[in-house]
Each structure stands twice: as structure tokens, then as C-alpha cells.
């Protein structure tokens, strides 16, 4: 019965890694190919149009703010201990909203941006799924994160990049 089991387990481990020298991979560069499409492009430049606006905006509020700090300090020595306080504490209540709105903003960005770039990351995995598809690929591996940072990655061979067929596919 020993010798069974042993039989049993030995052909498992042998049928596995066979299951497992079959899997074939790719790599790609998504940072690369999205530097190189035109609708990257135009997202970059409606983004940069909408930071240019609200970026107008937030300096039209911040020199009003600037101005009602300068103008509390000009007025501060006759203003009384009670009437101080209630201005500082109004000065701080609108740097707090002027922050706020800044946030706001910022965020508005993001998710615009997002919005624009989510169809594109869709075109870009469909091109890369018919490419796996044609190359007969089990997996396809990113060169780095989504931000751009470099992960650890090694590949034996510059002929598993499969960026160029996506990048052929996207164009």
C-alpha cells in the first residue's frame, strides 16, 4: 500500500510540474503604451485645461483671503480683545473652507481624469487579451505598478515583451 501511494504521489509531482512548464507568459509595458496613443494625449490636455481653471479660481479666492488677513492686520490694534477673536476665529473658518474647496478640487481632477482614462485602460486590456489570445499566452505580466514605479522583474528573453503587438492592436 506504501509503495502505491508512493507510486501515486511521485506521477502527481512529475503531472504537475509538467502542468506548470507549459504556462506560458508574456510581459508588457502599459506605461509605455499609454505614452504612445493619441487619446492619452487628449485627456493630458482636457486635465491640464480644467487644472488651469480651477487653478484660476483657487487664486482668485486665495488673493481675497490674502487680502482679509492683511486687512485684519492693519485693523487689529484697534479692534478690542472680543472683536479680535471673532475675526480670527472668521479668518480661520474661511482658510479652513478656502482648504476645503483646494481639496475639492484636487479630487475633482482625479476623477475626472479617471473617467477619461477608464475607456482607454479598457481598449488597452482588450488588445492585450487578443494578444495573449494569438500567442497562445496563459498570463501577461506588468513591467511596473500603475503609478510607474518599477516592481522586481526579470525576464530571461526580450522576445516574451509582447508591448509592441498590444501597442499594433491599440493603432
Known amino acids: 500500500m506504501k509503495k502505491l501511494t508512493a507510486i501515486v504521489l511521485f506521477i502527481s509531482v512529475f503531472s504537475i510540474q509538467d502542468a506548470f512548464a507549459q504556462v506560458k507568459i508574456g510581459y508588457t509595458n502599459p506605461a509605455r503604451i499609454l ?8 485627456v493630458d490636455q482636457q486635465i491640464q485645461a480644467l487644472i488651469e481653471q480651477r487653478d484660476q479660481e483657487l ?3 486665495a488673493s481675497q483671503l490674502q ?6 492686520e492693519q485693523a487689529m490694534s484697534a479692534l478690542s480683545q472680543q472683536e479680535r477673536s471673532s475675526r480670527e476665529a472668521e479668518l480661520m473658518e474661511k482658510n479652513q473652507q478656502f482648504e476645503q474647496q483646494r481639496e475639492g478640487m484636487m479630487n475633482e481632477i ?10 482607454i485602460i479598457e481598449q488597452m486590456n482588450t488588445a492585450m487579451q487578443e494578444v495573449a489570445e494569438e500567442m497562445g499566452l496563459d498570463l501577461i505580466l506588468n513591467e511596473g505598478t500603475s503609478y510607474g514605479d518599477s516592481i522586481i522583474f526579470f525576464a530571461e528573453s526580450e522576445s516574451l515583451d509582447v508591448t509592441d503587438e498590444i501597442l ?4
Request: proline share 6%; aromatic share 6%.
Open 168 to 171: 499594433a492592436k491599440l493603432n
Open 35 to 42: 505614452s504612445q496613443l493619441p487619446q492619452v494625449q487628449e
Open 67 to 72: 487680502q482679509e488677513f492683511a486687512n485684519y
Open 110 to 119: 482625479r476623477q475626472k481624469r479617471s473617467e477619461l482614462m477608464a475607456p
Open 59 to 61: 487664486g482668485e479666492r
